[in-house]
């Protein structure tokens, strides 16, 4: 049937294996992860599509300076483009199986699915920051 979750999302703190929140998607929805940028401290997203081969699909990165924007792609094959007053980058096809993310102090990473909102930087439990993990389980039966 048509928009009934067919995978779970799951957030993982890669070296516990504890699992930080599972969340239903559906082929299509739109995952955005938000930070700041760790050099340029500037605003930065990525955002991806969930895809029908439970991949993550890689739309667009979106800098709030040209300099942080040039530090991920110094040569984007179809240039820089200005949306909403930020750089963005297009994703050209990048997908990936598994989004990994290390969350350290004060960079504010939130990920964001549908109407849901998980702060991951509020799961601090040393100094180092941790590792998390975002992959993608299908759901039994479809």
């Given at each position: ?12 703190e ?7 929140a ?78 990994k ?42």
């Open positions: 049937m048509l928009g009934l979750p067919i995978y779970t999302l799951r957030v993982k890669a070296t516990k294996g504890c699992e930080l599972s969340i239903q998607v559906s082929e299509g929805d739109l995952l955005k992860v938000e930070y700041t940028h760790s050099m340029y401290k500037v605003k930065q997203s990525e955002v991806f599509s969930i895809g029908h081969d439970s991949r993550f699909y890689l739309q667009k990165v979106m800098f709030g300076s040209y300099a942080a924007a040039l530090y991920y792609d110094i040569e984007p094959s179809q240039g820089l483009t200005s949306e909403d007053g930020l750089w963005m980058v297009k994703g050209n096809g990048k997908n990936y199986s598994i989004l993310y290390r969350v350290s102090p004060n960079t504010g990473h939130v990920l964001h699915v549908g109407n849901q909102r998980l702060d991951l930087s509020g799961n601090f439990q040393s100094q180092g920051g941790l590792m998390i993990e975002v992959g993608l389980e299908k759901e039994g039966g479809n």
